[in-house]
């Protein structure tokens, strides 16, 4: 079973920075595609994709996002990490990572377990 620990989340202001982490393992496979997913207040228990990456270092993003975020992964480390740049307050949300994304008709789907998330909150 894959266990994610989430961190780095926090309070900033619009126009700051974070950078989130998650930490990957147990029956890791690190040719999957990782990926972060976000839920806003109010949204249950929806979770939007964020951005995604393959092995190989191609990154995905939800339109929102880019430019100001960027994705990156180390295979060593079984690391995943979120550089979020130029924060607005709609980027408020709980941020998860996933390590079993699953690819069909152009998007990405989360798979396998969940992390506890890290909490964002962008003041305006």
């Known amino acids: 079973q894959v266990r994610l620990v989430e961190s780095g989340g926090g309070l900033v202001q619009a126009g700051g920075s974070l950078r989130l982490s998650c930490s990957i393992s147990?029956?890791?496979?690190?040719?999957?595609?990782w990926g972060w997913f976000r839920q806003t207040p109010g949204s249950g228990n929806k979770r939007d994709f964020v951005?995604?990456?393959?092995?190989?270092?191609?990154?995905t993003y939800v339109d929102s996002v880019k430019g100001r975020f960027a994705i990156s992964r180390d295979n060593d480390k079984s690391a995943l990490y979120l550089e979020m740049n130029s924060l607005k307050p709609e980027d408020t949300a709980d941020y998860y990572c996933?390590?079993?994304?699953?690819?069909?008709?152009?998007?990405?789907?989360?798979?396998?377990?969940w992390g506890r998330g890290t909490q964002v909150t962008v003041s305006s």
């Open positions: 147990g029956n890791i496979f690190t040719h999957n595609t």
């Open positions: 951005a995604a990456i393959t092995t190989a270092g191609t990154a």
């Open positions: 996933n390590a079993e994304l699953q690819y069909y008709q152009g998007n990405y789907y989360p798979a396998g377990t």
